[in-house]
């Protein structure tokens, strides 16, 4: 009878210890930098954005916008010369669009020497992929 007890006792001893980890770490998470499970508007921080949280940099980062010459335009490449000389290639994908006006326009309807203002964002290997393009007047 006595070794059923010390089973018994040695289990439950067993069961604690093995518990004990998981318990000691329950509430690190917030104490040391780390993202709660909560949305940051439920946080106690009043909706303050957590430091070291990463989200689609797309979704936050505004788009770049570039002015200037069209000195060539291919099937993915667009080179753009700005007023201080300097040539800007940008990687145009299925999702770049080109516009004269409020008017949708194909990038054969674009010519060398024509006046563009591309909007860009910056991809994940440092290029600069063309979201919207657009044809604009010649200065006079």
């Known amino acids: 009878m006595?070794?059923?007890?010390?089973?018994?006792?040695?289990?439950?001893?067993?069961?604690?210890?093995?518990?004990?980890?998981?318990?000691?770490?329950?509430?690190?998470?917030r104490a040391a930098g780390y993202p709660s499970d909560r949305s940051p508007s439920q946080s106690r921080g009043g909706g303050a954005r957590q430091?070291?949280?990463?989200?689609?940099s797309s979704a936050v980062e505004p788009l770049a916008n570039f002015t200037g010459v069209l000195r060539g335009i291919g099937r993915k490449m667009l080179t753009l010369e700005n007023a201080a000389g300097n040539t800007i290639e940008f990687r145009c994908t299925k999702k770049t669009k080109y516009y004269h006006g409020s008017t949708s326009l194909k990038p054969s309807g674009l010519q060398s020497g024509d006046r563009l203002s591309v909007e860009a964002k910056r991809a994940l290997d440092g290029s600069l992929d063309a979201v919207n393009v657009r044809l604009e007047h010649p200065k006079p």
């Open 2 to 29: 006595q070794g059923i007890g010390r089973l018994c006792g040695f289990g439950f001893v067993l069961s604690l210890l093995a518990g004990l980890p998981a318990f000691s770490q329950a509430g690190r998470g």
């Open 51 to 56: 430091s070291g949280t990463t989200t689609d």
